[in-house]
T-cell receptor
Framework: GQQLNQSPQSMFIQEGEDVSMNCTSSSIFNTWLWYKQDPGEGPVLLIALYKAGELTSNGRLTAQFGITRKDSFLNISASIPSDVGIYFC??????????????FGKGTKLSVKP | GAGVSQSPSNKVTEKGKDVELRCDPI?????LYWYRQSLGQGLEFLIYFQGNSAPDKSGLPSDRFSAERTGGSVSTLTIQRTQQEDSAVYLC??????????????FGEGSWLTVV
């Protein structure tokens, strides 16, 4: 079945550093979604991307929908301790498929050293 | 309500008992998803409802798991004869429409199930 490869799986960074994570697939998507999950909470939507090449920012977060429609990245600038959590990408497939055409990456666990 | 609402938020049950988890999606959302998340792990797809179409049950791990969605709104996930490996967070999500139509999916806070 379709898969999303999300990397890195985990990362430790120094406060103030920039962070980058990405998701890739062999499938074509028409939507990319990035979520953050804090401990004990459900995933919260950070950024939604709907067009190939789209670059969208939300505060210190920037995400892009790859031109090939098979990948997306999320950048966090000037990280702070509250950025700690698990970040998930999700792609919605172009027609067909199962699982509601929604595929999730396995997550990137971000830990920040204060 | 303003968001996806799930209940109970926490449930501790004895092995072998049945449990029901409820999801109340955002009003007007036709697509509803159930996922399972073990501690520190990713999201495991369970089932997907879209309008009046037959649900996609391809992710249900065994016949002890079932879900229904009455009236196209509230959904109930039922786990029969619970086992310790069923312990996890059960997350519900909804979107305005589904099927790859480019709508945002919103999650509830989850129901934390512990089987002892």
């Amino acid at each position: 079945g379709q898969q999303l490869n999300q990397s890195p799986q985990s990362m430790f960074i120094q406060e103030g550093e920039d962070v980058s994570m990405n998701c890739t697939s062999s499938s074509i998507f028409n939507t990319w979604l990035w979520y953050k999950q804090d401990p004990g909470e459900g995933p919260v939507l950070l950024i939604a991307l709907y067009k190939a090449g789209e670059l969208t920012s939300n505060g210190r977060l920037t995400a892009q929908f790859g031109i090939t429609r098979k990948d997306s990245f999320l950048n966090i600038s000037a990280s702070i301790p509250s950025d700690v959590g698990i970040y998930f990408c999700a792609g919605q497939l172009v027609g067909g498929g199962s699982q509601g055409n929604l595929i999730f990456g396995k997550g990137t666990k971000l830990s920040v050293k204060p | 309500g303003a968001g996806v609402s799930q209940s109970p938020s926490n449930k501790v049950t004895e092995k072998g008992k049945d449990v029901e988890l409820r999801c109340d999606p955002i009003s007007g959302h036709t697509a509803l998803y159930w996922y399972r998340q073990s501690l520190g792990q990713g999201l495991e797809f369970l089932i997907y409802f879209q309008g009046n179409s037959a649900p996609d049950k391809s992710g249900l791990p065994s016949d002890r798991f079932s879900a229904e969605r009455t009236g196209g709104s509230v959904s109930t996930l039922t786990i029969q004869r619970t086992q310790q490996e069923d312990s996890a967070v059960y997350l519900c999500a909804s979107s305005l429409t589904g099927g790859g139509s480019g709508n945002t999916i919103y999650f509830g806070e989850g129901s934390w199930l512990t089987v002892v």
